[in-house]
């Protein structure tokens, strides 16, 4: 039976387990997130494998639904010229036309947006999961 030492604790595990580092970081994976990228030393110590955790630095980068949960919140410019046309009332098609450079303009900050918003849905599928550093309630 082998030895786990990681974060101050001492955890007894089988040694085939131990001595595999996929093994090790599926095991450890779901309790200690950090394992996926920490480095493993093994030793002998009165007959027994020892295996010592060390975590490295992870992937330096941005949390994409931290930074979309933080993002400001804003509305498309499209949409809110829109809504600012709308609630004018009845325009004429002169007092339309007059706003046609305004339109432009936000209508392709509204497609620039609708990109952005595309490429972050793309980042969070493509992001890889993470576990839990708690449980749910309910479980």
């Known amino acids: 039976m082998a030895t786990i030492k990681i974060e101050g604790q001492e955890i007894p595990l089988a040694d085939d387990i131990a001595n595999d580092d996929e093994k090790l970081r599926r095991v450890l994976a779901p309790f200690y997130p950090e394992t996926a990228n920490a480095s493993f030393g093994r030793e002998t110590k ?3 494998l020892v295996v010592t955790v060390t ?3 992870g992937r330096l980068g941005l949390n994409p639904l931290a930074a979309l949960l933080d993002a400001p919140r804003s509305l498309n410019p499209a949409v809110a010229l829109y809504q ?4 004018a009332g009845n325009l004429t098609p002169e007092m339309i036309a007059a706003l046609g450079e305004e339109i432009e303009i936000a209508c392709e900050a509204g ?3 609708i990109g952005a ?3 972050a849905k793309e980042r969070l599928i493509k992001a890889r999961p993470h576990a839990s550093i708690g449980v749910p309630m309910g479980f």
């Open 46 to 48: 009165d007959g027994n």
């Open 111 to 113: 497609s620039e947006e």
């Open 55 to 57: 975590k490295r630095a």
């Open 84 to 87: 600012r046309i709308n609630d």
């Open 117 to 119: 918003v595309d490429k």
